[in-house]
C-alpha cells in the first residue's frame, strides 16, 4: 500500500498556486520552464522554437521579449501558458473559485 501511493504521488502533476490571471508578459521564460517542465512543449507548440533543444533561456528574456524575438503574438503564449495553469491549479483554488462562482 506504501509503495501504491509513493507512485501515485509521484505521478501526480504539480499543482500550480496561481491561475490564468497571474500569467504576465514580464515574468521570465526560464521561470515558467523550472518551476513547470511542462510549459516547455506548449511554449513551443506556440511558437517559441528556440526552446525544442531544451536549453534554458537566460533569465531577463521575458514571455514579452520571447514573443517579439520569434515573432509570435505575447497573447497567445499567455493564453497557452493559462491553460496549463488552469488545467493545474491546486485543489483547494478549484474549490475556492467554484465557491466563489456560485451566485
Same mark, same amino acid.
Given at each position: 500500500?506504501? #509503495?501504491?501511493?509513493?507512485?501515485?504521488?509521484?505521478?501526480?502533476?504539480?499543482? #500550480?498556486?496561481?491561475?490564468?490571471?497571474?500569467?504576465?508578459?514580464?515574468?521570465?521564460?526560464?521561470?515558467?520552464?523550472?518551476?513547470?517542465?511542462?510549459?516547455?512543449?506548449?511554449?513551443?507548440?506556440?511558437?517559441?522554437?528556440?526552446? #525544442?533543444?531544451?536549453?534554458?533561456?537566460?533569465?531577463?528574456?521575458?514571455?514579452?521579449?520571447?514573443?517579439?524575438?520569434?515573432?509570435?503574438?505575447?497573447?497567445?503564449?499567455?493564453?497557452?501558458?493559462?491553460?496549463?495553469?488552469? #488545467?493545474?491549479?491546486?485543489?483547494?483554488?478549484?474549490?475556492?473559485?467554484?465557491?466563489?462562482?456560485?451566485?
Amino acid at each position: 500500500m506504501f #509503495a501504491y501511493n509513493m507512485l501515485r504521488t509521484m505521478a501526480t502533476p504539480i499543482p #500550480a498556486w496561481f491561475g490564468r490571471k497571474q500569467v504576465k508578459e514580464t515574468m521570465p521564460v526560464s521561470w515558467y520552464l523550472a518551476s513547470y517542465p511542462a510549459c516547455r512543449p506548449v511554449l513551443v507548440r506556440a511558437g517559441l522554437t528556440g526552446l #525544442a533543444g531544451g536549453g534554458m533561456p537566460s533569465k531577463d528574456v521575458t514571455l514579452r521579449k520571447a514573443a517579439d524575438a520569434h515573432g509570435v503574438d505575447c497573447a497567445e503564449l499567455i493564453d497557452a501558458l493559462g491553460s496549463v495553469f488552469e #488545467a493545474r491549479l491546486a485543489r483547494s483554488l478549484r474549490s475556492q473559485r467554484a465557491a466563489d462562482a456560485k451566485p
